[in-house]
């Protein structure tokens, strides 16, 4: 008899739950691995984490020994769509109870082949997928959400690509955090004992577990460079006068190659534009008018709107 047994994602999954979260995905932002760098193409974090785990886990129907009629497959089959559908939602991605039960499944499935009887505590799984489950190979990684969801979900990830870009961003979330796993934080205002979670009276200490002691170097250290980026250039970032007297911080700088004007008696730096749009937006257009200053021979710019411009 052949030991193949097909996998669920050969069979049935709960896509309708798959391709709302997935789509969900994309509008996420805080705390989000995508926002590490914008990634063209970049594979929906939810879809891949319901494929690595569909992909790895038995259909019930191939397992006839376990559950021997089509009710006993379907209602196996049923439970582990429940655990998919819990699995894609992003608010569930680190709880580990969550993501205990689909290692869980995936140890069951490999066991199962090798005829032995999957370990049940947390930590002994993680061994034994380490030891035993093949690794997930992706070899055009792009944004890293394949080996990503891999890693999360305990298994050994390997990725590569042609492409330095995708090659840096993949190793800083799946190849260096891990060398931090569960250390505690090196930045001089860090508690070594933990971090306070909550508020008030509501407020615990909380050891740094898994990656936290890292995330609060990255915050602290990314807060000191922005300081002392600001010391060092910051003058070359005015801030912006508002209309009502008030001043606000520029969110965003547009720029323009400039060539010298080819008349020697004028001296002034052309911008190379096709168009002074800001934004086309019906009700909301706004544009940049050049006020050129003969005097001191530069050209200033000056936003206008909300209205189109004169020659609309």
């Known amino acids: ?61 191939s397992c006839e020994d376990e559950f021997p009629t089509e009710s006993d497959q379907g209602a196996e089959r049923n439970r582990l769509h429940g655990i998919l559908r819990q699995l894609v939602v992003w608010k569930n991605s680190n709880d580990e109870n969550i993501l205990a039960a689909a290692r869980y499944e995936i140890a069951r499935s490999i066991a199962r082949h090798r005829g032995e009887t999957a370990p049940a505590e947390p930590d002994a799984v993680l061994r034994y997928l380490g030891e035993h489950c093949p690794a997930v190979y992706d070899p055009f990684c792009g944004g890293g959400s394949i080996s990503l969801e891999a890693q999360r979900l305990g298994l050994l990830a390997r990725g590569s690509d042609l492409n330095p870009l995708p090659v840096l961003i993949t190793k800083a979330m799946i190849e260096l955090p891990p060398q931090f796993h569960n250390q505690k934080p090196v930045n001089p205002d860090a508690d070594p004992l933990g971090m306070f979670a909550g508020t008030g009276k509501h407020a615990e200490r909380v050891s740094w577990k898994g990656t936290s002691g890292l995330a609060n170097d990255i915050r602290y250290y990314g807060a000191w460079m922005r300081e002392e980026a600001y010391k060092r250039i910051g003058h070359l970032y005015p801030d912006v006068q508002l209309p009502d007297g008030t001043s606000a911080t520029v969110v965003a700088w547009l720029w323009t190659r400039t060539v010298p004007c080819i008349n020697p008696a004028c001296g002034l730096h052309k911008p190379l534009m096709t168009t002074f749009h800001l934004c086309k937006k019906k009700g909301n257009e706004h544009w940049v008018k050049p006020v050129v200053n003969r005097e001191l021979n530069t050209i200033s710019w000056v936003v206008k709107g909300p209205s189109p411009p004169p020659s609309q």
């Open 1 to 61: 008899m052949s030991t193949h047994r097909k996998k669920l994602i050969e069979v049935s999954l709960p896509l309708e739950t798959i391709n709302r979260e997935s789509a969900k995905d994309a509008s996420l932002t805080h705390g989000h691995p995508s926002t590490l760098h914008r990634y063209w193409a970049r594979r929906p974090l939810a879809a891949c984490r319901a494929v690595i785990f569909a992909s790895m886990v038995d259909d019930p129907g």
